[in-house]
């Protein structure tokens, strides 16, 4: 499995800003979809945002406007840009990346990032 390592993740008042980074590291893979989920305390883990290799992205309807995906392909990173945050947005927010490693498609998961927003 190819590892995905986490960032940015924090606490901050309602109305601030954060910026979550993911790197997956190694060699020998490429990368088609990458993306953002999240999961709070008692909930199940929802998508957040994906964007494609290409940059095509999807957004939850919960952060349309507010949140941000982005991606370089060159370096195996995707970002999540995350303004205006609501204390509803208070999750441990996971990425996820569609790795292929030798002709198979790995779906691979960072160990998470706690982002707290305070009212």
């Known amino acids: 499995q190819v590892p995905l390592v986490e960032s940015g993740g924090g606490l901050v008042q309602a109305g601030g800003s954060l910026r979550l980074s993911c790197v997956a590291s190694?060699?020998?893979?490429?990368?088609?979809?990458m993306g953002w989920y999240r999961q709070a305390p008692g909930k199940q883990r929802e998508l957040v945002a994906t964007i494609s290799s290409g940059g095509r992205t999807i957004y939850a309807d919960s952060v349309k406007g507010r949140f941000t995906i982005s991606r370089d392909n060159a370096k195996n990173t995707v970002w999540l840009q995350m303004n205006s945050l609501k204390p509803e947005d208070t999750a441990v927010y996971y990425c996820n990346a569609h790795i292929i490693y030798h002709g198979d498609l790995i779906p691979s998961w960072g160990q998470g990032t706690q982002v707290t927003v305070s009212s």
């Open positions: 190694g060699s020998s893979f490429s990368i088609n979809a």
